[in-house]
């Protein structure tokens, strides 16, 4: 795969030989941002989804049991302190259990709030573990929408001869494209102005064989 390709050996083999062009490299980047997104994502989920189930089966436990801390057996306790973030409960005895649950009673404190796994939270993860980027993934498709957004907002400040002028050069854009598809011939996409006067053209040979018009002939 391009994002694990490394030497010029593995490039060859990821792209099948095909020439790399910019587009891939910013690709490429892409899928080894998703991959360590993807693992710091993946570890995010796990430890919130535990919290929540923790959380829950606490909430259940209390309900059940209510205050009596007699009623509470040894894994009741571990999920109600390990619920609080207690420290080293796996390694407590039952009356240290109860001993540190009762002072968590006692002083009132609530549990620490759980940042509870999303909707949007699992599509950043679905989205970190696809290996199909397209260009607007990228950084540099980020900043062309954002010149996108700049130039409406730039356009909505023109006055009508300026945006006149720039819906021109748009149109001359797309006739210079469709000219270069029909030819087979790549055109630059630069709209340039003509300065050409008649009096220019008159004195230009355009036939290439020296026959044109030249200055002061009657053109006979």
């Not at 973030?85 to 259990?97: L, R």
């Not at 730039?154 to 598809?181: G, I």
């Amino acid at each position: 795969m391009l994002s694990r390709a490394k030497t010029h050996g593995n490039i060859f083999t990821a792209t099948g030989g095909v020439h790399l062009t910019a587009n891939d490299i910013f690709k490429g980047i892409v899928l080894k941002q998703r991959k360590v997104e993807r693992e710091k994502l993946a570890k995010e989920k796990t430890v919130r989804m535990r919290q929540e189930k923790v959380a829950t089966n606490a909430m259940i436990i209390q309900a059940a049991k209510g205050g009596d801390v007699t009623k509470l057996t040894g894994a009741d306790l571990t999920t109600l302190l390990t619920w609080y973030q207690q420290a080293n409960v796996a390694k407590m005895k039952k009356e240290e259990k109860v001993a540190a649950w009762v002072d968590i009673v006692s002083s009132g404190r609530e549990p620490p709030s759980d940042e509870r796994w999303t909707e949007v939270d699992e599509a950043k993860l679905l989205e970190a573990q696809s290996d199909i980027v397209e260009m607007a993934h990228t950084a540099l498709g980020h900043l062309e929408e954002l010149k996108k957004k700049e130039l409406v907002l730039a356009a909505m400040t023109m006055s009508n001869e300026e945006f006149d002028r720039l819906v021109a050069q748009r149109n001359q854009l797309f006739v210079n494209s469709a000219v270069a598809v029909g030819s087979g011939e790549v055109q630059p996409e630069v709209t340039v102005a003509s300065t050409a006067t008649a009096g220019d053209n008159a004195s230009t040979d355009t036939s290439g064989d020296g026959g044109g018009v030249a200055e002061g002939d009657d053109g006979l």
